[in-house]
């Protein structure tokens, strides 16, 4: 049954006043009745079907036709938080995917339904009435995509009349690829006369594949060594690495003149975390 609201506003009643009001259903049938009833709202329960609603008043009837839908909830095929860092900052959405392959628009359209959203910092809610409110689809599989404040959220699903269907939280879950480790018996080498770090890059993230390498030259102990010693960042993409696991030799530009060439590295990936591994040597 769906609690419908209704509201008689006319002609406005005064003193003693009261509208004697019939609801039918398409059978003939009285569902409800009532000589009690004001210019102020009053709530039935019907269920879908078509009625007529007879208002009486001062020996005057008027009808009024309508048609109630039983708004069933929509099926959650999915929902995730992803993270989008391609301005530098981190954005995160929530994505919930409604599966519409057993149903027909026509029906969708009568109800609609209604996503509360609460995040970090606020609450809102966003109605969606026509499959052109979603932000996406792959077929029969609609996406809702929204902004949300931090990497987590809480949403509830409500039908048009407001009951609610379900409800989940749903966070960002950040899956990075494995820390680079050094290959070979050496870590700094040098072909060609450029000297290189060689990495080994193992496993890629699930939506997250990008590390920070940071490094920096920390010994010299030739006595005629010159220059400055050299420091840099780069950013990797795993995923753009080839077939893993797959060796990644850095480029490096160490101080001329040293006997031996120490480096510090720290690798940090998308996901925050940083690792500190052993310092790289030419020897």
């Known amino acids: 049954m769906t609690p419908l609201d209704i509201t008689i506003p006319y002609p406005i009643l005064t003193g003693g006043e009261v509208f004697d009001v019939t609801i039918k259903d398409s059978t003939g049938a009285v569902v409800f009745t009532s000589a009690t009833e004001t210019n102020t709202l009053f709530t039935v329960s019907l269920g879908a079907g078509d009625y007529e609603m007879y ?10 036709c309508f048609t109630v839908f039983e708004c069933d909830c929509p ?15 981190a954005l995160y959405y929530l994505n919930i995917t409604f599966d519409y392959r057993s ?39 609609y996406t809702k995509t929204i902004l949300i404040d931090g990497s987590a959220a809480d949403f509830a699903i409500f039908t ?19 820390f680079p480790t050094y290959y070979g018996g ?37 006595p005629g060594s010159s220059g400055i010693p050299d420091s840099g960042s780069v950013v990797i993409d795993v995923s753009t690495l080839g077939s893993l696991p797959v060796n990644y030799d850095l480029p490096i530009n ?30």
């Not at 009951?163 to 690829?177: D, G, M, R």
């Open 55 to 64: 208002v009486t008043f001062a020996g005057a009837t008027n009808v009024w």
């Open 75 to 89: 099926t959650i095929y999915s929902y995730n938080v992803t993270e989008d860092i391609s301005s530098g900052t």
């Open 103 to 141: 149903s027909s628009p026509a029906v969708f359209g009568s109800c609609g339904f209604r996503i509360s959203v609460v995040d970090e910092t606020s609450g809102r809610s966003f109605a969606v009435t026509s499959f052109s409110d979603f932000t996406s689809n792959v077929g029969s599989l």
């Open 160 to 178: 048009g009349g407001d009951t609610l269907c379900e409800s989940h939280t749903a966070s960002f879950s950040c899956i990075a690829p494995t």
């Open 186 to 222: 050496v870590q700094i080498f040098e072909v060609s006369g450029i000297w290189y770090i060689g990495l080994k890059f193992a496993t890629l993230g699930v939506d997250c594949n990008l590390i920070t390498i940071n490094y920096t030259e920390i010994s010299w102990i030739s």
């Open 254 to 283: 160490p101080r001329g003149g040293e006997a031996i060439y120490v480096y510090a590295l720290s690798f940090t990936d998308c996901c925050g975390n940083t690792f500190i591994p052993a310092v790289a040597m030419s020897i």
